[in-house]
C-alpha cells in the first residue's frame, strides 16, 4: 500500500510536471495549433491532478468542459482565421525576446515572492485522502450555492450577448 | 432673520439682475446699485435699532442644520464684524459703481457673481458655527474667482486659478482643524459642536491648541496674505477687473484678518501667544518685503498689491501684539486699507479704461491733462505710504505704538517699512502723473469723481478723527 | 480756547481749498488776491496773538480743536488731541511763518503770475504754510509730526512743481525720501517716548522726562538710556528735514523748485524745522548730554562741510542751498551747545535774510532768462542796481557783518559756544572757521555774479511792480534790522536756567576774533577772487569758466555723499529689487507646480497605451508590493 | 465548517422580499430575452429596462429601512446594501436614458445593450449585497463580462476593440489575481463567507499571516485594479475614453459603488485591517492615487481621459475612510463611505451626462467621438444648463461648498482626523490642491468666449437642448446637487 | 487516498499561474494571450481543489466550477473581439492596440 501511496503521490507530481512543461510550450510556442494541442495536454494534466487530489467530478469537467467544449471553441477561432498550418502576417511572431526576458524576470520574481512566502506559512496541511464526489458536489450547488448557479447562468448570458455582439456580421440593417 | 433676508435678498437680486440683463439691456447695473444701496439701509437700520450695542457677540439665530454633525445654522453680529460689514456694504457699491462702464460683456452675469459674492463676505463676518464659516469662506470664493477669470485682464484664467488654489489647500487645513477642535469638544463634553461660542469655553491644552491654531492660522495668512504665501495675491489684484480687485483688496483680505482675530486669537489664546514671535517674523518680513517688491513693480495694479501685503504685515504684526492699542491699530488699519486700496484700485482702473494699459511705463505726466486725478492720486499714494491725517497712519501709528511695547526689535524693523512705503508710493505717483506727459487722458468725470471723493473723505475723516472707529471696544 | 489761534491755521487752509477746488475758473488777479490775503490775515492774527501772548501771565496759550484718539498703554492711557500750544518759542515760529510767508506769498504771486498752474501753486504754497503752523503750534509730537509730514509733502509737490522736468521728479522724489529717513526715525522716537512717559503731549514729557530724571537721579540706567535713544532718535528726524548730516543731500537738490519756494521753505521755514523740534524737545535733550554733543558737532561739521560745497557751486541757487545748510549748523551747533534762544535767534534772522537773498536771487534769475549759472552772470551791479543792492544787504547779513541781523544772532551762537559743557572751544574754532568760509563764499558770489563785465548777451527783463519791490524792501528792513528784535524765551527754556553750567574762563580774544573774521575773509576773496571781480578789465572774460578739477567737483556735488549713497544704499536697493523682481517666494510656489507637471510629462509616458506594459505593470506592482511586505 | 447543507427550506419569503430588486432586474433581464423574440424594436425595449429598473428601484427603497438580512449564505441585504444598490439603479436609469439618445444616433439593433446593461445591473447588485467570496466572484464577473460587452459596443467607433480588448484581458488577468487570492485565502481558512470567524492563527503565527497576507493582497488587487485604484489603474484612461460615453458613466459609477461597498463589507467584515501589511498594502495604494490620479489629469485634453484620472484620486480619497476604519466607528465608516459614493455618483453622472449630450450635439449635430476640453469653450454662453451642471458636477467632484462633494469631503477628513492619520490628510490636500488646477481650468473654459448681452443670435450659436426629458434630467441634477449639497441630511437619514 | 502537502499544491498552482502570466504579458498575438489566460485560471483551479481538499469541503470544487464558467464566457467575448479585430485590423497583433494613450 505504502509503494502504492508513493507511486499516486508520484504520479500528481509526474502529472503536475507536464501540467508545467505543457504550459510553458503553451506560452512560448509559436505554432497555435501546437500551442493549442499543448494547451489540452496540460488541461489533461491537471485533470489527472485533480483526480488524484480528490476531486473526481472537477477532474471529469476539466477534461469535458475546459479541454472538450472551451478548447473548441479556440480550435474554431484558429479556423476561422486559417492560421492552422503556417504562421501567416496576420499572427505577429515573437521576435521580441527582450520582451519575454522582461516577462520572464517579472514572473520568475513574482514566483519566487510566492514561493518564498508559501514556505515561509509553513503549512502543515496535506490533502485529505477522502474523495468529494459530484454528489455532495451537486449537494452544495443545488444548496446554499444556488443562487451562484443562478448568477452564473446569467454570466454565461452575458457572455453569450458579448460574444454575439461582437461576432455578429457588419451588415446594417437600418433602424429597426 | 435680518441678515439672512439680507444674504437671501442679495442672492435675489443677483439672479435678477442677470435675468433682467437679458431683457432690458443695461438694467443689471441699477439693480445691483439700488438693492446693494436698499440692502445696506436695511442693514443699518437693523444695526441701529437693535436693543444692544454688540459689544460682546450677539447671537442672532440657531437653527439646526446637519444634525449628524450637530451642525448649525447659527449667526451672530458684534462690532467688529459690524465694521467689516459697513466697509464691505461700502466698497460694494464702489464696486458697483466702479464696474459702470468697465464690464461690457456678460453684464448680468457678472453682477450677479458681485452681488453673491458680497453676500458669501457677509456670511463670512456672520457665521458663528465653524462649519457655516467654512462654507461661507469657500462661497465667496467661487463667484470672485468667476469674477477674476472671466472679466479679468489677458492672464486671468492662471491668476484666478493660483488665488484659488492657494486658498483651497489653505483652507483645507483650516477644515481639519475645525474638525479637531470639534471632535475635541466631544472628547471634552461628550457633545460634537461646530458652535463658536462653544468653542470658547473649551480648555484646550496648549500641546494640541498650538496645532489648531496653526491650522487655522495657515488659511488666515493665506488670505491675509503674508509672506510666503503671499504669492496669489499680485497676480490676482493683476488680473481682475477694477471691482474685483477693489473687493480683493478692500474685502476679501479682511477676512484673513478677521479670522486671525476671531478664530485664531479669540479662540487659542495660549497658542497664539506662543507663536506670537513666529507671526511677528512673518508680519515684519511682509512688511518690508512687500515694500520692497512693491518698488519693483512695473505695472500700476501690481504694485498696489504688493503695498497691499506690506500693509496687512502691519495688521499681522497688531494683531499678535496682544494689546489694545495695536488691536484698534489693526482695525483702522484694515478699514483704512480697504478704502485706500480700493481707492488706488479704482484709480488704476481708471487709468486702464484710458489708456488700455497698467504699465507704469505707459503713464506719465497725466497730471497736466487730468489735475484732478492727478490730485487723487497723491492723496491715496499719501494714504499708502501713512500720510499723517489720512486713516491709514492712525491705523499704523496705533499698531506700531501697541507692538512696540511688546516687541521693540520687530516693531523699529517694520517701522523701516514706511521708508519704503514712501518709496514705491513716489514711484507710483510720480511715474504715472509726473514726468512729461506721454499723453493726454481725460480728466474724471462725475462717476468716478464720486467714487474718488467718497473713498477720500472717508479717509479723511477716520484720519481727523478715529474716534469714529475707536470709540468701539471690539470685543476687548 | 483761543479762536484766534486755533483759527490761525484756517485762513491758508480755506485758501488752498478755494485754489484748488476752483483754480482753473480763477483769473490771476483773484488766485493772488485769496493766496496772499489769506497769508496777510494770518499774519496780522499772529501780531495780534502775539501781542496777546506777550501780555499772558505765563505767556503761554492754547486752543484745544478736537480730540483725536486715546493711546492706552501698559499702565493706562493718554489722550492725543488736535491742541494748538503757543508759548514764546512757537510765536517766534509762527511770527516767522506767517510774516515771512506772507511776503514770499506777495511776491511769489507776482513772480509766478505768468505760470499756467499759478493757482496750483499758490495753494501749495497755502497749503504749505497750514501744516508748518500745525507743526509748529502743535502741543503733541503727534500732531507735530502730522505737521512734520505736511510740510513735507508739500515741499515735496513745491520741488516738483515743474513735474515736466524729470530732473525736477526726482529732485522731489529724492528730498521726499530722503527727509522720510528722517521721519521714520523720528516716528520710533515717539513710540519709544510714549512707551517710556505714556505721554506723547510735549509738555508734559517735558516735565515727566525732567521727574523721571530727578526721581531716578542717574540710578535708572534703562531709563537714562531710553532717553539717550529717544533723543538720538528725534535728532534723526530733525538731521532729515533741517538737511544736515549726514541726510543733507537732498537740499541742492531741492533747488529745483520755484525760487519763491526755496526762499519759503528750503531757507526761511521748513528746513528749519529741525531746529524747532530740538528747541521744542529741549526737555529731553537736556537730559541726554551726549546726544546734545552729537547735535553741536553734527551742526558743526555740516557747517564746514556746506561752506566748502557752496565756494565750489556754479549755481547761484546752489550756492544759496549750502549757505542755508550752514547756517542751519550754525542753529544745531547753538542747539547742541545750549544756546537755545541764539539758535532760535539765529533761526529767524536767517529766516529774513535768507528769504531775502533767494527773492532777490529769483528777481535776478528772472532777469536773465532763467539762468541760474554764475559764470554766466557778471556786471549785474550796474544792470539791476535795485536788485543787486538788497542782495549785498542779504550778503553783509549772511555774512555777518557788525551791526546786521546776522551779526547780533551768530554773535549770540559763538559768544556762547567756547564755554559751554556739550560744545566747548573745538566747536568754537569751527564756527569761527565757518564765519570765515561764510564770508568767503559770499564775496566770490557777489564778485562773480555783480561785479566784472557781463557775461550774457540777452537784455535783461525786469518785472517792474511795486508790490514785488515792497516785499523786497521789507525783508531788507528786517534783514538789518531784525537783529534788533529783543527775544526773550528765558520762559520757554527755563529749565535750562536750572542747570548749573560750568564756567570755563573764556579767552579775552575770543570777541575780537569773531567780530574779524568775516572781514579777513573779505580781504582774502578780494585778492583771491581777483579774476572773478575785474575780468572785464583784462579782457578775457571768455577764461572765466569754473575750475573743473577733480577736487573742486568733488566739492561741488556735496562733498560726494550722492556718489556715497547712492553705491551705499540706492544701488543695492535697486539691484535687490531687480534681481527678485519676480518675487522668489512665488517662484518657489511655483517651482512646486512645475514640479508637478514634471511629473504629469513623465509619467504620461507610463501610460502608453500598450496593454501588455500595463499588464506587465500589474504584476509589478504586485510584485513591489509582496518585496516591500517581505522585507 | 463549511457551509451546512441543510435540508431545511432554503428561501423563505422574507428573503425574496429582501432581494427583490436584484430579482426584478434577473427577470426583467430573462423577459427581455423573450421581448427581443417577440419584437425588436428600440423603443420597446428601452421602456421595458426602465421599467424594470425603475421597478426594482421602487421595491429597493422599501429595504432601505429594512433591518440586515442574510439570504443564503452568499447574500446579505441590509440598509447599507439597499442604499448602494439604489445608487446603482439610479445611475443605470440615467445611462439608460443617455443610451437611448446615444443608439439612436446609430443604425444597428440594440437589444443586446440594454440586456447587457440589465445584466451589468444585476451584477452590481449581486456585488453590494454579498456575503461570500463566491457570490463576490460572480458578481465581479457578470460586471466585467456585461461591460465588456458594452465597452467595445460601438462598433463602428476607432476605439471599440481597443478599449474591449484591453478592458477583458486587463479585467479577466484582475479576476484571475483575484481568485488566486481566493483561494489562497481559502486554503487558510477554509471558509469563503465574509461573516466567518477567521481563526486567529494568522494573526499570531507570523509565516502563515504573511500567507494569508499574500492572498489578501491578490485579492484586494483584482478589486482595486476595478476601482481603478493606482497602481492597477491602467486600463482606466484608455477605456473611459474608448467606451460610449453611457457606457462610461455606468463604469464610473454602477461599478464602482458595486466594488467599494464589497470591498468595505469584506474587509470591515473580517477584521483585515488589524494586519500590519495590509494596512501597508492600502496606504501605498491610496497615496499613490490621490497624487497620481491628479497628477495624470492635469494637462488632459480629453475629458473623459480626464475623468478617468480624476476617478482614480477619488478612489484614493475613499480609500482612506477604509483604512482609518475602526470597529468602533464603523456606523460612520458607512455612513461615510455612502455618502462619498452618492456625492460621487451625483457628481459623475453630472458630469458624463452632460458630455453624452455634448457628443449627440457636435459637429453639425453629428455624433461627436471625442470630447476634448476645447469642446467646453463657451458652453455658458451657449446652454447655460449644461454648463451649469458641469460646473455642479466638477465642483463636487474638486470638493467645494454648496455641492455634495465637499460634505464627502468633510466626512473624510473627519474620519481621517479622528484617526490622526495625518499624511493621508496631507496628500489629500496636495492631491485637493493639484485637482484644482485641472478642474478649474475646465470651468474657466465654459466661461470663455464673451458674448454681449445683445447678442441675439445665441440661440442658434449654441446646440439645441435636447428633448424634453433629458432637459428634464439636466435641471432636476442640477436641483439635485445644489439641495443634497446644502442639505445634506436628506440622504444621512437613509445612511445614519 | 494521498498524502500531498497542500504547499506542494500551492507551488504547482503558483507555478502554472505564473506561466500564465508570462504568457499574457509576453506575447503579442492575442490567441495566445488568451490562451494563456485560460492557463492561469485553470491554475487558480487547482489551488480551489487543493484547498476544498484539504478541508474536506465541496466548496473548492464549486468554485472551480464557476471558474469554468467564467472560462468559458470569457473566452466566448475573447474571441468574438478577436474576429472583429481580424476584421478591423487584419492583425492580431496585440500591440497594434494603442491609439488610445497619454
Known amino acids: ?176 | 432673520m435680518t441678515l439672512t433676508c439680507i444674504m437671501l435678498a442679495l442672492l435675489f437680486a443677483g439672479g435678477s439682475a442677470w435675468r433682467a440683463e437679458n431683457h432690458w439691456q443695461g438694467s443689471a447695473k441699477w439693480l445691483a446699485l439700488i438693492a446693494l444701496a436698499l440692502l445696506a439701509t436695511v442693514f443699518a437700520v437693523f444695526v441701529m435699532s437693535a436693543s444692544n450695542d454688540f459689544a460682546q457677540l450677539q447671537v442672532l439665530s440657531r437653527v439646526s442644520w446637519i444634525e449628524s454633525f450637530n451642525i448649525e445654522y447659527s449667526i451672530a453680529l458684534d462690532q467688529l464684524s459690524i465694521v467689516l460689514i459697513t466697509l464691505t456694504w461700502l466698497l460694494a457699491i464702489i464696486c458697483v459703481l466702479v464696474s459702470w462702464y468697465e464690464i461690457q460683456s456678460n453684464v448680468g452675469f457678472y453682477y450677479f457673481n458681485l452681488l453673491l459674492t458680497i453676500a458669501g463676505i457677509i456670511g463670512v463676518f456672520v457665521a458663528v458655527d465653524m462649519f457655516l464659516f467654512f462654507f461661507f469662506w469657500e462661497v465667496m470664493l467661487l463667484p470672485m474667482t468667476a469674477i477674476i477669470a472671466i472679466w479679468g485682464h489677458e492672464n486671468r484664467q492662471f491668476a484666478a486659478l493660483k488665488f484659488f488654489i492657494f486658498t483651497q489647500v489653505s483652507s483645507l487645513l483650516m477644515l481639519v482643524a475645525i474638525i479637531g477642535t470639534g471632535y475635541f469638544h466631544l472628547m471634552q463634553t461628550g457633545q460634537l459642536s461646530f458652535y463658536y461660542p462653544d468653542w470658547l469655553l473649551l480648555d484646550i491644552p496648549l500641546s494640541i491648541s498650538q496645532y489648531l491654531m496653526f491650522g487655522f492660522f495657515i488659511a488666515f495668512a493665506v488670505k491675509l496674505p503674508s509672506v510666503p504665501v503671499h504669492s496669489w495675491l499680485p497676480d490676482a489684484h493683476t488680473q481682475a477687473p477694477t471691482a474685483g480687485s477693489v473687493l480683493l483688496a478692500g474685502v476679501l483680505l479682511k477676512t484673513g484678518a478677521y479670522g486671525l482675530i476671531r478664530f485664531v486669537i479669540f479662540l487659542f489664546p495660549q497658542a497664539s501667544l506662543q507663536f506670537a514671535p513666529i507671526a511677528a517674523t512673518l508680519a515684519v518680513v511682509s512688511i518690508v518685503y512687500g515694500a520692497k517688491m512693491a518698488f519693483a513693480q512695473q505695472d500700476f495694479k501690481r504694485l498696489v498689491a504688493y503695498s497691499s501685503i506690506s500693509h496687512m504685515g502691519f495688521v499681522m504684526l497688531a494683531l499678535f501684539a496682544f494689546n489694545s492699542t495695536a488691536y484698534q491699530g489693526a482695525i483702522v488699519t484694515l478699514v483704512a486699507h480697504g478704502l485706500s486700496s480700493a481707492a488706488l484700485f479704482s484709480l488704476a482702473g481708471m487709468i486702464y479704461q484710458r489708456i488700455h494699459s497698467r504699465n507704469l511705463t505707459d503713464m506719465g505726466g497725466f497730471w497736466q491733462s487730468a489735475p484732478r486725478m492727478g490730485g487723487f492720486a497723491l492723496a491715496f499714494a499719501g494714504a499708502a505710504f501713512g500720510l499723517p491725517g489720512l486713516a491709514n497712519f492712525i491705523g499704523e501709528f496705533f499698531s506700531l505704538v501697541g507692538a512696540f511695547q511688546v516687541m521693540p526689535a520687530f516693531t523699529i524693523i517694520a517701522a523701516l517699512g514706511l521708508i519704503g512705503s514712501a518709496i514705491y508710493g513716489m514711484v507710483l505717483f510720480q511715474t504715472s502723473f509726473q514726468g512729461a506727459a506721454k499723453q493726454d487722458i481725460i480728466d474724471l468725470q462725475l462717476r468716478e469723481l464720486l467714487i474718488c471723493g467718497s473713498l477720500l473723505l472717508m479717509l479723511l475723516a477716520i484720519g481727523l478723527y478715529p474716534t469714529l472707529l475707536l470709540k468701539f471696544s471690539f470685543g476687548v | 480756547m483761543n479762536v484766534l489761534l486755533a483759527s490761525l491755521p484756517f485762513y491758508p487752509f480755506v485758501s488752498f481749498l478755494l485754489l484748488i477746488f476752483f483754480g482753473k475758473r480763477l483769473s490771476w488777479r483773484l488766485a493772488a488776491t485769496i493766496s496772499v490775503s489769506s497769508m496777510a490775515i494770518s499774519a496780522l492774527v499772529s501780531a495780534i496773538l502775539l501781542f496777546e501772548l506777550s501780555v499772558t501771565k505765563n505767556q503761554v496759550m492754547t486752543a484745544n480743536l478736537w480730540h483725536w484718539f486715546e493711546l492706552s498703554y501698559a499702565m493706562g492711557s493718554s489722550d492725543v488731541n488736535v491742541r494748538f500750544y503757543l508759548d514764546g518759542l512757537s510765536a517766534v515760529m509762527i511770527s516767522v511763518v506767517t510774516g515771512v510767508g506772507f511776503l514770499i506769498h506777495l511776491f511769489a504771486a507776482i513772480y509766478m503770475k505768468s505760470d499756467v498752474n499759478f493757482s496750483r501753486f499758490m495753494a501749495y504754497m497755502n497749503l504749505f504754510i497750514v501744516a508748518m503752523l500745525i507743526l509748529v503750534l502743535a502741543d503733541n509730537l503727534v500732531l507735530l509730526y502730522l505737521g512734520w509730514e505736511g510740510v513735507g509733502l508739500c515741499s515735496f509737490l513745491l520741488i516738483g512743481f515743474w513735474y515736466q522736468e524729470q530732473s525736477n521728479v526726482l529732485a522731489a522724489r529724492k528730498a521726499f525720501i530722503v527727509t522720510r529717513i528722517g521721519d521714520t526715525s523720528m516716528a520710533i522716537g515717539l513710540l519709544l517716548l510714549f512707551n517710556s512717559f505714556g505721554q506723547l503731549n510735549i509738555e508734559a514729557v517735558t516735565l515727566l522726562a525732567e521727574q523721571a530724571n530727578s526721581l531716578s537721579a542717574g540710578t535708572n540706567a534703562e531709563s537714562a538710556d531710553n532717553i539717550y535713544w529717544i533723543a538720538l532718535l528725534l535728532l534723526g528726524g530733525a538731521v532729515g528735514k533741517s538737511a544736515q548730516l549726514p541726510l543733507q543731500t537732498w537740499l541742492p537738490d531741492a533747488m529745483a523748485g520755484p525760487t519763491p519756494v526755496s526762499a519759503l521753505i528750503h531757507a526761511a521755514t521748513m528746513v528749519t524745522a529741525g531746529v524747532y523740534l530740538i528747541a521744542r524737545m529741549h526737555g529731553i535733550f537736556l537730559l541726554a548730554p551726549e546726544v546734545m554733543n552729537y547735535v553741536a558737532w553734527l551742526g558743526a561739521l555740516t557747517l564746514l562741510l556746506a561752506g566748502i560745497a557752496a565756494l565750489a557751486q556754479t549755481d547761484i541757487k546752489r550756492v544759496l542751498a549750502y549757505s542755508t545748510m550752514s547756517q542751519i549748523g550754525y542753529m544745531m551747533l547753538a542747539l547742541g551747545a545750549g544756546a537755545w534762544t541764539a539758535g532760535v535767534f539765529h533761526l529767524m534772522t536767517h529766516a529774513f535774510f535768507k528769504a531775502l537773498l533767494f527773492l532777490t536771487a529769483g528777481a535776478v534769475i528772472y532777469a536773465l532768462h532763467h539762468q541760474q549759472n554764475l559764470f554766466k552772470m557778471g556786471g549785474l551791479l550796474k544792470k539791476l542796481p535795485f536788485e543787486s543792492s538788497l542782495f549785498i544787504i542779504g550778503l553783509i547779513c549772511l555774512m555777518a557783518l557788525p551791526g546786521t541781523s546776522g551779526f547780533f544772532s551768530k554773535e549770540a551762537i559763538i559768544a556762547q559756544l567756547w564755554s559751554s559743557d556739550t560744545a566747548g572751544p573745538m566747536l568754537w574754532w569751527c564756527a569761527i572757521l565757518g564765519a570765515l568760509l561764510t564770508s568767503i563764499y559770499s564775496c566770490r558770489l557777489f564778485f562773480l555774479g555783480f561785479l566784472g563785465k557781463a557775461r550774457f548777451n540777452e537784455n535783461v527783463q525786469l518785472k517792474k511792480s511795486s508790490l514785488l519791490r515792497t516785499s523786497l524792501i521789507i525783508l531788507a528792513l528786517l534783514s538789518l534790522f531784525g537783529g534788533l528784535i529783543p527775544l526773550d524765551l528765558t520762559l520757554v527754556f527755563s529749565s535750562v536756567m536750572n542747570l548749573p553750567l560750568a564756567q570755563l574762563t573764556e579767552p579775552t580774544w575770543l570777541h575780537t576774533v569773531a567780530i574779524i573774521t568775516p572781514f579777513i575773509g573779505m580781504v582774502f576773496s578780494w585778492f583771491y577772487f581777483k579774476s572773478y571781480r575785474i575780468s572785464h578789465l583784462a579782457g578775457k572774460e571768455h577764461i572765466l569758466q569754473p575750475n573743473n578739477g577733480r577736487f573742486v567737483v568733488f566739492c561741488r556735488q556735496g562733498l560726494g555723499f550722492d556718489g556715497l549713497y547712492k553705491k551705499l544704499f540706492i544701488m543695492p536697493y535697486q539691484w535687490l529689487a531687480q534681481i527678485n523682481k519676480n518675487d522668489i517666494f512665488d517662484q518657489i510656489i511655483m517651482l512646486n507646480a512645475w514640479y508637478v507637471g514634471l511629473w504629469h510629462d513623465a509619467l504620461v509616458l507610463v501610460q502608453n497605451g500598450s496593454l501588455r506594459w500595463y499588464l506587465a505593470a500589474f504584476g509589478l506592482a504586485i510584485m513591489l508590493l509582496l518585496g516591500v511586505s517581505l522585507l | 465548517m463549511a457551509i451546512a447543507s441543510n435540508t431545511q427550506a432554503l428561501f423563505t419569503m422574507s428573503m425574496v422580499a429582501a432581494i427583490l430588486p436584484q430579482l426584478i432586474v434577473a427577470f426583467g433581464a430573462t423577459l427581455a430575452l423573450l421581448l427581443v423574440a417577440w419584437r425588436r424594436s428600440q423603443r420597446t425595449i428601452a421602456i421595458f429596462t426602465s421599467v424594470v429598473l425603475g421597478m426594482s428601484l421602487l421595491v429597493n427603497m422599501r429595504l432601505l429601512t429594512m433591518p440586515a438580512m442574510q439570504v443564503t449564505q452568499l447574500l446579505k441585504v441590509d440598509g447599507y446594501s439597499s442604499f448602494a444598490f439604489s445608487l446603482i439603479l439610479i445611475s443605470a436609469l440615467v445611462a439608460l436614458r443617455m443610451s437611448h439618445s446615444f443608439l439612436k444616433a446609430h443604425t444597428e439593433v440594440h437589444d443586446e445593450y440594454y440586456l447587457l446593461l440589465l445584466l451589468m445591473v444585476l451584477g452590481g447588485g449581486v456585488l453590494v449585497t454579498s456575503d461570500h467570496y463566491a457570490s463576490l466572484f460572480l458578481g465581479f464577473e457578470l460586471l466585467s463580462i456585461s461591460l465588456v460587452g458594452l465597452v467595445g459596443y460601438h462598433r463602428e467607433s476607432v476605439y471599440s476593440v481597443e478599449s474591449g480588448f484591453k478592458y477583458l484581458i486587463l479585467s479577466a488577468t484582475a479576476s484571475s489575481f483575484m481568485l488566486l487570492g481566493i483561494a489562497f485565502i481559502y486554503s487558510v481558512t477554509g471558509n469563503m463567507s465574509f461573516s466567518a470567524a477567521i481563526p486567529n492563527v494568522i494573526y499570531h503565527q507570523q509565516g502563515l499571516g504573511v500567507f494569508f497576507q499574500l492572498g489578501l493582497l491578490l485579492f484586494v488587487s483584482g478589486i482595486v485594479f476595478k476601482l481603478s485604484i493606482a497602481p492597477f489603474h491602467f486600463w482606466t484612461p484608455d477605456v473611459y475614453q474608448g467606451s460610449p460615453t453611457p457606457v462610461t458613466m455606468l463604469m464610473a459609477t454602477v461599478s464602482k459603488v458595486a466594488m467599494f461597498v464589497v470591498l468595505l463589507q469584506c474587509i470591515v467584515a473580517q477584521r483585515y485591517l488589524l494586519l500590519e501589511n495590509f494596512q501597508l498594502f492600502l496606504l501605498s495604494f491610496a497615496i499613490t492615487s490621490m497624487l497620481l490620479g491628479n497628477v495624470m489629469a492635469l494637462k488632459q485634453q480629453h475629458l473623459k481621459r480626464l475623468l478617468a484620472y480624476s476617478s482614480i484620486a477619488h478612489m484614493g480619497y475613499l480609500l482612506i475612510v477604509i483604512i482609518v476604519a475602526s470597529a468602533q466607528g464603523l456606523a460612520f465608516t458607512w455612513q461615510s463611505t455612502l455618502f462619498y459614493l452618492a456625492a460621487y455618483i451625483v457628481a459623475n453622472l453630472s458630469i458624463f451626462m452632460v458630455i453624452a449630450l455634448l457628443q449627440l450635439q457636435g459637429n453639425n449635430g453629428l455624433y461627436q467621438e471625442d470630447i476634448t476640453r476645447d469642446d467646453l469653450h463657451g458652453l455658458f454662453w451657449r446652454t447655460p444648463s449644461y454648463a451649469l451642471l458641469m460646473i455642479l458636477g466638477l465642483l463636487s467632484l474638486a470638493g467645494i461648498p454648496l455641492t455634495m462633494g465637499f460634505i464627502g469631503k468633510f466626512y473624510i477628513l473627519t474620519q481621517a482626523t479622528l484617526a490622526h492619520a495625518w499624511w493621508l490628510i496631507a496628500t489629500l490636500i496636495v492631491g485637493s490642491g493639484i485637482a484644482l488646477g485641472y478642474y478649474l481650468p475646465l470651468i474657466f473654459k465654459m466661461f470663455e468666449g464673451r458674448s454681449k448681452a445683445s447678442d441675439k443670435t445665441k440661440a442658434t450659436l449654441g446646440p439645441k437642448v435636447g428633448r424634453r426629458i433629458d432637459k428634464l434630467l439636466v435641471y432636476s441634477f442640477i436641483l439635485l446637487g445644489l439641495v443634497l449639497g446644502i442639505l445634506p441630511d436628506i440622504i444621512n437619514q437613509f445612511i445614519g | 487516498m494521498t498524502s500531498i502537502p497542500l504547499f506542494h499544491v500551492l507551488i504547482l498552482s503558483s507555478l502554472l499561474f505564473v506561466i500564465g502570466f508570462i504568457g499574457v504579458v509576453a506575447r503579442k498575438n492575442t490567441l495566445f494571450m488568451l490562451m494563456s489566460l485560460e492557463v492561469m485560471l485553470n491554475a487558480v483551479g487547482v489551488a480551489f481543489i487543493g484547498a476544498g481538499s484539504v478541508w474536506q469541503q465541496a466548496d473548492g470544487q464549486v468554485m472551480f466550477i464557476l471558474i469554468l464558467t467564467l472560462a468559458a464566457a470569457e473566452v466566448a467575448v475573447g474571441l468574438a473581439l478577436l474576429i472583429r479585430m481580424q476584421k478591423k485590423y487584419r492583425s492580431l497583433d496585440i500591440d497594434a492596440l494603442n491609439q488610445m494613450k497619454g
Open chain 1, 1 to 176: 500500500m505504502l509503494a502504492n501511496f508513493a507511486s499516486i503521490d508520484s504520479l500528481f507530481y509526474l502529472a503536475g510536471l507536464v501540467a508545467v512543461i505543457a504550459s510553458l510550450k503553451v506560452v512560448t510556442g509559436n505554432n497555435t495549433v501546437h500551442a493549442l494541442l499543448y494547451l489540452v495536454v496540460s488541461l489533461l494534466a491537471v485533470a489527472v491532478c485533480f483526480y488524484l487530489m480528490g476531486a473526481p467530478f472537477a477532474a471529469g469537467l476539466e477534461v469535458i468542459v475546459y479541454a472538450g467544449a472551451i478548447l473548441v471553441l479556440f480550435v474554431f477561432a484558429v479556423l476561422m482565421f486559417g492560421l492552422g498550418a503556417d504562421e501567416t502576417a496576420n499572427a505577429p511572431q515573437n521576435k521580441n525576446v527582450a520582451n519575454m526576458f522582461g516577462a520572464m524576470f517579472l514572473a520568475f520574481a513574482l514566483l519566487i515572492e510566492i514561493v518564498i512566502i508559501i514556505n515561509n506559512a509553513d503549512l502543515q496541511q496535506n490533502l485529505q485522502a477522502n474523495v468529494i464526489d459530484s454528489k455532495a458536489v451537486g449537494i452544495m450547488l443545488y444548496g446554499p450555492y444556488l443562487l451562484a448557479v443562478e448568477i452564473a447562468s446569467f454570466l454565461l448570458l452575458a457572455g453569450l450577448l458579448a460574444g454575439y455582439h461582437y461576432a455578429k456580421p457588419d451588415v446594417t440593417r437600418g433602424p429597426l
